[in-house]
C-alpha cells in the first residue's frame, strides 16, 4: 500500500498545475457570486452544478494517457523492477485521480460553504452531492485506465467517451436492471438537480454499484496490462 500511495503522490506531482487550477477555481468563481448582492440560492446551485460537471470531465480523463506517457519516457521499466507489480501500478493512477478529485471536492465543498453564508443555503446535501461527483470521477478515470491498457491515448479517449454515453442511456432506458448496470444514469440526474434544495435525494445503491464497477474496471485493466508488451509505447 506504501508503494501505490508513493506512486500516487509522484502522479499528483506531475499535475501538479491541473490540481492548483481545480483548486482554485472553485473560490474564483463563489468570489465572484458573492460580489453581485442579488444572488439566490439558485445562483449558487447552478454554480456548483457546473464546478461539478467540468470537475468529474477534467479529473475523469486526466489519467487517459499517463500510462503511455510513462512507458515513452521508460520510467515504468525502472518502477516496475523495484518489486512494484503492475497491479499496483495500475491502481496507483486511480489513487492519485482519488487525490487530486478529493482535494477538488474539499475546495468546493469549503468555497460553496463561505459563499452562501450570507444567503443561510441548506448544505445538508452537499456531502453527498460531492462523494457523487468524485464516485463519478473516479467511473470515468477507472474505465480510460482500463482502456488504456490495450490501446493508445486517442482511441482510449473515444472509448471511454463511448463507455459514458452507454451508461447514460439508461437515463432513457425503461429497464430497471439497465439502471443497475449502469449506476452513473442514476447518479448524474441527481447531480443536474439543485443540491442546495433541502428536497434533494440521491439513492446509495448507484454509488456502491459505481464503486464496485470501478474495482471491477481496475482488475480487467490489471489483467490486460500484464499481457502489455512494455518495450514499446501504443501510438
Partial sequence: ????????????????????????????????????????????????????????????????????????????????????SRGEYLGSFLVGVFLVGFCFTVSVAMATWIATLRIHASLVHLPLFLLAVLMCALWIASLSLMFSTFLPPLLTTIFTGIGVGIGLLGLHSPNPAWRLLTPISSIFPALAANPLSPWWRLNWLPLAGAAIEIFVFLAIGAWAFHYRDLTRALE
Fill in 1 to 84: 500500500m506504501t508503494r501505490i500511495l508513493l506512486l500516487a503522490v509522484a502522479f499528483v506531482r506531475h499535475n501538479l498545475w491541473l490540481l492548483i487550477m481545480l483548486s482554485l477555481w472553485p473560490w474564483l468563481f463563489s468570489g465572484v457570486l458573492s460580489f453581485e448582492s442579488e444572488n439566490q440560492i439558485s445562483d449558487y446551485a447552478a454554480n456548483l452544478q457546473q464546478e461539478a460537471f467540468y470537475g468529474i470531465v477534467i479529473i475523469g480523463f486526466m489519467a487517459t494517457a499517463a500510462l503511455n506517457n510513462e512507458q515513452k519516457s521508460r520510467r515504468i521499466i525502472a518502477v516496475l523492477s523495484k518489486a512494484v
